[in-house]
């Protein structure tokens, strides 16, 4: 049996946030407090409060790279339990990949990962981020790097179910950098998408740098769908946050992103990757109500996944805090579809 680990504090000299991260709370003006602020509530290992959310959920978002470096966002799903914290410094994932699904090549043992437990009913997220130390046939193991907590801003209240017929025959279709009608269908519809980024030195030793999965949310529709020289251009409002920049902090440094869009009634699953950018100011980001900035995602490849989850959720419940943004019709402009 394993023994517990004692957490430790990070050293006060050790800050979790990389050059890329700094940067953007520099530019936000918040250096100074979020200096302070992150040395406290980002961890190296996992409070007991994490481990026990973490062991309740039927899914997980994980964030992972390919062996170009480039992100994917993926979804493992289970029956509570298959996520396990055997002690402070360790999550198990007792779940594998399908066949289709990128994480299946990206795993490895010293990969780097991105973790992120959600649970839509209640609004609460977790993230940790970390490294594979053990992969066999029933799952993996990943060591803690970073543990943090998130607030339950843009999360779309949701109750799932297993679907009586378990997951279906998944059915796949290739997506090169002009996504099929399908896809665009999907995301056109959306009101939630995963976004995974990495560090250009994702990897390495320091606990700064890794990958990272996150949530995005919004009204439908709040992803615009565009094309631009034949590939097909995302563009999504970026609200106000926590001002980790987590996301934004690795897009400046590693501009590359991986999406990753559900089909909550169906079950389907849409996974992308490309080039990312941000958009600071403009007519586009004063046009959209909410929007501090815009991320616009150019893709280069992906794949849909019909049928791949065997769980169903309930139409949602909108988060308060999406009242007051907007929509890309009440602003269009030429770039827009």
């Known amino acids: 049996m394993s023994q517990p680990v004692s957490p430790r504090p990070p ?18 003006g918040v250096r100074a407090r979020l200096a302070e602020t992150g040395r406290r509530v980002i961890r190296d290992f996992m409070p007991e409060q994490h481990r026990d959310f973490f062991r309740h959920l039927p899914f997980l978002i994980v964030g992972s790279l390919d062996r170009a470096g480039r992100p994917w966002a993926s979804m493992l799903t289970g029956i509570p339990g298959f996520v396990a914290s055997p002690d402070p410094k360790t999550l198990r994932i007792t779940a594998r990949p399908g066949p289709h699904d990128p994480l299946t090549n990206n795993l490895a043992a010293g990969a ?49 179910s297993f679907a009586a017929e378990g997951a279906a025959r998944a059915q796949t279709a290739p997506q090169g950098t ?21 560090s250009p030195a994702a990897g390495s030793d320091r606990m700064s740098e890794g990958v ?7 009204k439908p ?37 991986g999406l ?27 046009a959209f109500a909410g929007a501090q900035r815009l991320l616009r995602c150019r893709v280069e490849e992906g794949v849909l996944i019909a049928g ?3 769980l169903r959720f309930t139409a949602p419940e909108q988060s308060p805090h999406l009242a007051a943004t907007g929509a890309w019709e009440e602003g269009a402009t030429s770039r827009g579809t």
């Open 212 to 218: 990272d999965v996150s949530h995005r949310g919004g």
């Open 178 to 198: 002009r996504l099929d009608d399908r896809a665009q269908a999907l995301v056109r519809a959306a009101d939630t998408f995963f976004i995974a980024t990495a």
């Open 260 to 286: 990753l869009f559900v089909d909550f009634a169906r079950g389907d699953l849409l996974l992308l990757t490309g080039s990312a950018e941000i958009v600071w100011d403009g007519p586009e980001v004063a």
């Open 112 to 160: 780097p990962l991105g973790l992120l437990g959600i649970e839509l009913a209640t609004r609460r997220r977790n993230r940790m981020n970390g490294r594979v130390s053990l992969l066999d046939g029933s799952g993996f193991t990943v060591d803690v790097d970073q543990s943090f907590g998130n607030c339950p801003q843009y999360i779309q209240a949701r109750q799932h």
């Open 308 to 310: 791949a989850l065997p």
């Open 221 to 257: 529709g709040f992803v615009r769908v565009s094309e631009e020289d034949g590939a097909t251009v995302l563009t999504a409002p970026d609200f106000r946050g926590n001002f980790y920049f987590n996301t934004l902090g690795n897009i400046v440094s590693n501009p590359r992103a």
């Open 11 to 28: 050293s006060p000299a050790a800050s979790p946030f990389h050059a890329g991260e700094i940067a953007l709370q520099e530019r936000a």
